[in-house]
């Protein structure tokens, strides 16, 4: 009893020598992690780090210490970049300072100081353009906004004030004139067949902008405009435009003027280099996107940040600026709550005896006795016994088996998600090559439920999604020489659900129902006709089996819509993205016409109200304006068609022909036919070469009252040619026939 007692005492004290190993008995270890569970989180770390310190050895003190210290400082990182994104700067800054106490290197603590900065320094820069905005200071609130997009795409304060300065800005930014004030004085001028040279020196004299033109400006090219009460800026654009001249701000009052061809916009157009972080997109189709809309210069992309660096124009750096915010918004996600419920309802039942069908016998005394059938046995046969056991069979099962299965995934828009829940069967095989070498491979089957999704969502908030789903059951095993197969039951469905949001769709139908009868007895007995029911065992067994499938689609983030504002704007010209239109005032209609007249230079210009003196002309009388005859008269009842051209072409040259229906009534429709030679001119509107053209003027008309003919002189020999109104009908808004009198023929001189 005392030899027992002893070894008793030896295990007990080896059982604690072994647990002191796993365990530790340091009470600061203990404290720290109870003060941790109670949500004192610096206190229980200070416990746990004293532990590490009194037994620095301890392998568990040190992995806790590690694990508690790691999630502690994950979750504060986590919370100050939540209260960073909230506004909350102050407590922001708090925690992370916090981080850097527990752990000194923190290098997401310091990036996030860093990012607080930067974020008070943006957020001065929002309140500056919000009082810019509120002192109608547009452009001024305009460019703090984009300096602060240029170094933040997704701040939302910036993104916010942009919407609200859209609201006031209708057209992409312009870099702008920005000359002296009186550049945006009204000016009123009449040039007919006027030299450049004069009309510059006029605006000049006028305005006080200075003018160096390159030396392949042709300043003794002829032009004419007519133009009343406009600012000279949207009038100096429109006479370089006119005649092919682009210019290059200097200074404030000094513009440079040259060709508008692609070797001299070269050497004088100033390029910008931009880099453009892109985050919800592929950087290779934003980039092909770019060079398919704004023909950009320079591109190199960066696949690796996912950022494309652009060289080219201020006026084209704009242009793609707002084609990137339009597009590069992050992809729709849903989330689908999948239910997969399979039902497998069994009936067995067993009724009816089960009577002896064997004897055991055996030819030798004592030998071991195989089971036949009584028809095997034989005469002369001894030593056999019959099995005297009956059974009757009373029993009936009902089995009853729900399996639920409810996954939850967050797929994006177009993107395929698999879902798997069984198992993978391992199927082996044996291969003999021809030197007797015998090799094993393991194949693996998918045995279970698998569902894949593809959902599709659109800006109303409605999913279309793709579903496939599969059920496999194992069944028998098959072998075949060293191969071992199995019988794979499948049962599958494809289709497309279409479900708003938060709506559930069920797709069910997929049954397999199984009904087995057995009856088992004795021959001759169980065929007799009611009596072979008593001697009959009978086995009924019914399987029935369903999966069931509902699918909740629920919309995380939806498809982002950009306003008006954000998806439509000027996108220029197409040798110059980004260009704003050139525009003039709306006046009155005898205060605007645009069109060369004869070899006779007169000249009119009148400044801010007052009238400024001419430069001298042969023709001391100052020339009409072409349509003041026709709006003279339009003050009567009958209106009045006008037909102009210019009286010398160069051969091989363009010019336009320009028909203008003058009335008080712009409910009038019109329908003339215009003749011309078509040996000498060519129409450029892609239509017959047949020396007439019918023109529709009405309002309704896309012309309107006005119809601007495109010429192409392509006499290959000097001569001079007509252009004709042949007929005309003209109809008041009731169908009643209107008299209008045709113009005289326009007879132009090809040189």
């Given at each position: ?141 305009e460019a703090a906004v984009r300096a602060v997009l240029q170094e933040n795409p997704l ?175 992050p992809d729709p996600e849903v989330m689908l709550d999948v239910e997969v419920l399979e ?116 800006f109303n908030s409605e999913v279309s999604i793709k579903v496939s789903l599969e059920v ?280």
């Amino acid at each position: 009893m005392k030899l027992v007692r002893n070894v008793f005492a030896i295990l007990l004290l080896a059982l604690l020598t072994s647990c002191a190993t796993y365990s530790t008995r340091n009470q600061a270890f203990t404290e720290g992690k109870q003060l941790i569970a109670r949500g004192q989180l610096d206190a229980g770390l200070k416990k746990l780090e004293q532990a590490a310190y009194e037994e620095p050895e301890n392998k568990e003190i040190r992995a806790v210490l590690t694990r508690e210290r790691e999630a502690i400082i994950g979750q504060m990182l986590i919370d100050a970049e939540n209260d960073r994104l909230a506004g909350e700067l102050e407590l922001a800054e708090q925690k992370y300072r916090h981080v850097l106490e527990i752990n000194a290197h923190n290098e997401r603590a310091k990036a996030g100081l860093e990012a607080l900065n930067l974020e008070r320094y943006q957020q001065g820069i929002i309140n500056r353009a919000k009082e810019l905005l509120a002192q109608n200071d547009v452009e001024g609130a305009e460019a703090a906004v984009r300096a602060v997009l240029q170094e933040n795409p997704l701040h939302e304060g910036a993104r916010q004030l942009v919407k609200l300065i859209n609201e006031y800005i209708v057209r992409t930014e312009d870099p702008g004139l920005a000359l002296v004030s009186a550049f945006h004085d009204p000016i009123t001028m009449e040039f007919r067949d006027t030299s450049l040279k004069s009309v510059f020196e006029l605006i000049s004299r006028t305005a006080g902008i200075n003018f160096i033109f390159d030396r392949n400006v042709q300043q003794e090219a002829k032009t004419s405009i007519f133009v009343r009460d406009n600012p000279i800026e949207d009038v100096l654009k429109l006479l370089l435009m006119t005649n092919q001249l682009a210019y290059k701000i200097l200074n404030n009052n000094t513009l440079l003027i040259y060709p508008d061809t692609p070797a001299k916009q070269k050497e004088y157009q100033e390029l910008v280099v931009r880099s453009f972080h892109v985050v919800n997109t592929d950087v290779k189709q934003m980039v092909a996107m770019i060079r398919g809309l704004v023909k950009a210069k320079d591109i190199y992309v960066n696949e690796k940040l996912n950022l494309f660096v652009i060289r080219d124009t201020l006026e084209a750096i704009r242009l793609v600026e707002r084609l990137v915010a339009i597009n590069d918004f992050p992809d729709p996600e849903v989330m689908l709550d999948v239910e997969v419920l399979e039902i497998n309802r069994n009936r067995l039942m067993d009724l009816g005896p089960r009577l002896p069908q064997s004897v055991s016998f055996s030819g030798v005394p004592g030998a071991g006795a195989a089971n036949v059938a009584l028809d095997q046995i034989g005469f002369g046969l001894s030593h056999f016994a019959v099995n005297n056991q009956v059974v009757i069979d009373l029993k009936k099962n009902l089995t009853v088996n729900d399996i639920l299965a409810n996954p939850r995934i967050r797929v994006k828009n177009r993107e395929k998600a698999k879902i798997l829940l069984g198992d993978r069967i391992p199927i082996f095989q044996s291969n003999a090559t021809a030197t007797g070498v015998v090799s094993q491979n393991v194949t693996y089957i998918d045995v279970g439920l698998k569902l894949e999704v593809e959902p599709v969502i659109s800006f109303n908030s409605e999913v279309s999604i793709k579903v496939s789903l599969e059920v496999s059951t194992l069944g028998a095993r098959e072998t075949q020489g060293n191969a071992t197969a199995f019988r794979i039951g499948t049962r599958s469905a494809e289709t497309l659900l279409s479900s708003r949001d938060g709506e559930t769709q069920i797709l069910a139908g997929l049954i397999q129902d199984s009904d087995r009868r057995a009856f088992a007895g004795i021959p001759g007995l169980i065929d007799l006709p009611v009596l072979g029911r008593l001697f009959t065992n009978q086995n009924f067994n019914r399987e029935r089996t369903e999966v069931v499938l509902l699918v909740t689609p629920r919309i995380v983030r939806n498809v982002t819509q950009p306003t008006k504002l954000e998806s439509e704007f000027h996108s220029g010209t197409a040798n110059a993205a980004g260009r704003l239109p050139v525009t003039i005032r709306k006046t009155a209609p005898q205060s605007l016409a645009m069109a060369p007249s004869g070899p006779a230079s007169n000249i009119r210009s009148v400044f801010g109200g007052a009238a400024q003196p001419a430069f001298p002309s042969e023709d001391a009388d100052l020339a009409p304006n072409p349509f003041a005859a026709a709006a003279a008269q339009s003050s009567g009842a009958t209106p009045t068609l006008s037909l102009l051209a210019p009286s010398t072409v160069g051969m091989d040259r363009e010019f336009t022909a320009t028909v203008r229906l003058v009335t008080q009534n712009t409910r009038l429709t019109s329908e003339l036919n215009l003749t011309y030679d078509k040996d000498m001119l060519e129409v450029l509107d892609g239509g017959e070469k047949s020396g007439t053209r019918t023109i529709k003027l009405g309002r309704e008309e896309p012309s309107g009252m006005t119809a601007v003919i495109r010429f192409k002189a392509i006499s290959a020999n000097p001569g001079s040619t007509e252009i004709a109104i042949q007929s005309m009908a003209t109809q008041d808004e009731n169908g009643n026939p209107v008299e209008v009198n045709l113009p005289p023929a326009v007879s132009i001189e090809i040189q």
